[in-house]
C-alpha cells in the first residue's frame, strides 16, 4: 500500500521546500559524470511535482541553484544552465495539464539570456493554473534575500515613506522575494547533510526538517510521501506548551 493512503489529506502543509542534494555523489557512485545525476535529478523533480498536485499541496518551493554554486566549475554551471533550459521547455506542458504554477526567486538578472528567456515563457504560459505553484529558488540565497529587502527599506525610509518605529515582521516579510507565499511548514533536504544551507532562513522560522540519506535522484513519489507523515507526526506548538493546544 502507498504511504499516500496514510495521509491526512485535512492536515497538509501549506508550504514545503525541498534542498535537492546529491546529484553529483549519486552520479559519481554510479561511475558517471555529475551531469548525469543532475539529468536524473529532472526525472525525481518530475515525480515529486506530479506527487504534490496529486496530495493537494499549495506551495511547493525547490532549491534549484544557490548563489554559492555560481562558484561551481565553469563547465558544471554552463551543463546546469543548458539543462534547466531543455527542463523548462520538456516540461511546460506537463505543467499546463496538471495545472502547475510556475514561478522563481532569486538574483535571476545572472542567469544567461536563454535560461532567463525560458523561465520568463513558462512562468507567462502557467500563471493562470491554479493548482500547486511550484517556486525555482535559483540563483537564490537568504542573505541576499534579506539584504536586497533591507536596502529596499533603507531606501523607503530615505524618501520619507517609511519611519523606522514602522518597521514590523509584516514590513520585513512583504520586502522578500516570498511576499505571496505563506511562510514555511515543511523543509526537506535530501542526500545526507544536516543543515538548511542560507535557504528560506526567515521564512523557515517554525518550519519543521526532515532530513533524509536519500539522494535527490532516488528522491520519488514515495519518498515525499513520508516526509509529509513525518511532519503529520510533529506536534507544532509555536512556542506554546502541549497543553495550550489541548484547550
Wanted: aromatic share 8%; glycine share 6%.
Amino acid at each position: 500500500m502507498s504511504l499516500f493512503d496514510q495521509i491526512d489529506k485535512d492536515r497538509l502543509p501549506q508550504h514545503v521546500a525541498i534542498i535537492m542534494d546529491g546529484n553529483g555523489r549519486w552520479a559519481k557512485a554510479r561511475g558517471k559524470e555529475r551531469s548525469y545525476g543532475h539529468q536524473e535529478g529532472v526525472v525525481s523533480l518530475r515525480k515529486v511535482v506530479s506527487a504534490a498536485r496529486k496530495l493537494g499541496l499549495k506551495f511547493l518551493t525547490l532549491y534549484a541553484f544557490s548563489t554559492e554554486n555560481w562558484n561551481r566549475p565553469v563547465e558544471e554551471v554552463n551543463a546546469l544552465m543548458s539543462l534547466m533550459v531543455l527542463a523548462i521547455h520538456r516540461e511546460t506542458p506537463l505543467l499546463m495539464e496538471n495545472n502547475v504554477r510556475l514561478s522563481a526567486i532569486g538574483d535571476l538578472s545572472r542567469l544567461p539570456e536563454d535560461a532567463y528567456s525560458a523561465l520568463k515563457e513558462c512562468m507567462a504560459l502557467t500563471a493562470g493554473n491554479t493548482g500547486t505553484r511550484m517556486t525555482l529558488a535559483i540563483s537564490y540565497s537568504s542573505r541576499w534575500e534579506l539584504t536586497e529587502a533591507v536596502r529596499h527599506l533603507a531606501q523607503e525610509a530615505i524618501e520619507g515613506h517609511l519611519k523606522p518605529e514602522e518597521i514590523t515582521e509584516t514590513t520585513i516579510s512583504d520586502a522578500l522575494t516570498t511576499r505571496d507565499m505563506p511562510d514555511l511548514d515543511l523543509m526537506i533536504r535530501t542526500g545526507g547533510e544536516k543543515r538548511i544551507s542560507n535557504f528560506l532562513l526567515w521564512q523557515a522560522s517554525y518550519a519543521e526538517l526532515y532530513f533524509t540519506d536519500i539522494y535527490w535522484p532516488d528522491f520519488r513519489e514515495e519518498e515525499l510521501y513520508g516526509a509529509i507523515l513525518y511532519y503529520q507526526r510533529r506536534e507544532r506548538r509555536f512556542g506554546k506548551t502541549s497543553e495550550q493546544l489541548i484547550l
